[in-house]
T-cell receptor, first 113, second 109 residues
Framework: EAQVTQNPRYLITVTGKKLTVTCSQN?????MSWYRQDPGLGLRQIYY???????DKGDVPEGYKVSRKEKRNFPLILESPSPNQTSLYFC????????????FGPGTRLTVL | LAKTTQPISMDSYEGQEVNITCSHN???????ITWYQQFPSQGPRFIIQ???TKVTNEVASLFIPADRKSSTLSLPRVSLSDTAVYYC??????????FGKGTRLHILP
């Protein structure tokens, strides 16, 4: 089944404790991205990747890192999480940008205390 | 990248047809119009995409007038399970993808 998977689905952590949210897709898609969603603010893009070893900042990249060492994986790294990074995070993949259909993962709900 | 404007929220009743209009006055020649649906705590899901005139699939219809400055997503005979946020996106191949705040559709019994 074609899908995007994220882990963990739920995470509660404390300020400053490094964490990684994994994202994997099995559709051989070139393009992957991370979004965060907060009440009243809609979906905002954090980082995106056009292909292996190619990443770029989205609209809200501060406090996040990503890597794309393999085509299927695109982990999101929070080196020193803070409470304002409490949010619902989505990973997405598609064959390309623009008019290509985006496939989203199930989401990761992160709480930073 | 054309900016889109859609209503913040809409209410309707079960069994009704719901039309959500999206305005995109600056749409470019090669832009496609795409709609996504998002249920609470789930990722958005592609519903329908079109370039001009009318597109229909098993879920919805998309009406695009000749000037393409707006588009209307039509959901026939909605049910409670159609309560969701609906996003209108306008982009061409290679464009950055931007989700706005969408339209929060609330279906009442």
């Amino acid at each position: 089944e074609a899908q995007v998977t994220q882990n963990p689905r739920y995470l509660i952590t404390v300020t400053g404790k490094k964490l990684t949210v994994t994202c994997s897709q099995n559709m051989n898609h070139e393009y992957m991205s991370w979004y965060r969603q907060d009440p009243g603010l809609g979906l905002r893009q954090i980082y995106y990747s056009m292909n292996v070893e190619v990443t770029d900042k989205g609209d809200v990249p501060e406090g996040y890192k990503v890597s794309r060492k393999e085509k299927r994986n695109f982990p999101l790294i929070l080196e020193s999480p803070s409470p304002n990074q409490t949010s619902l995070y989505f990973c997405a993949s598609s064959q390309g940008l623009g008019d290509n259909e985006q496939f989203f993962g199930p989401g990761t709900r992160l709480t930073v205390l | 990248l054309a900016k889109t404007t859609q209503p913040i929220s809409m209410d309707s009743y079960e069994g009704q047809e719901v039309n959500i209009t999206c305005s995109h006055n600056n749409i470019a020649t090669n832009d496609y119009i795409t709609w996504y649906q998002q249920f609470p705590s789930q990722g958005p899901r592609f519903i329908i995409q079109g370039y001009k005139t009318k597109v229909t699939n098993e879920v919805a219809s998309l009406f695009i007038p000749a000037d393409r400055k707006s588009s209307t997503l039509s959901l026939p005979r909605v049910s409670l399970s159609d309560t969701a946020v609906y996003y209108c996106l306008v982009a061409e191949a290679g464009d950055k993808i931007i989700f706005g705040k969408g339209t929060r559709l609330h279906i009442l019994p």
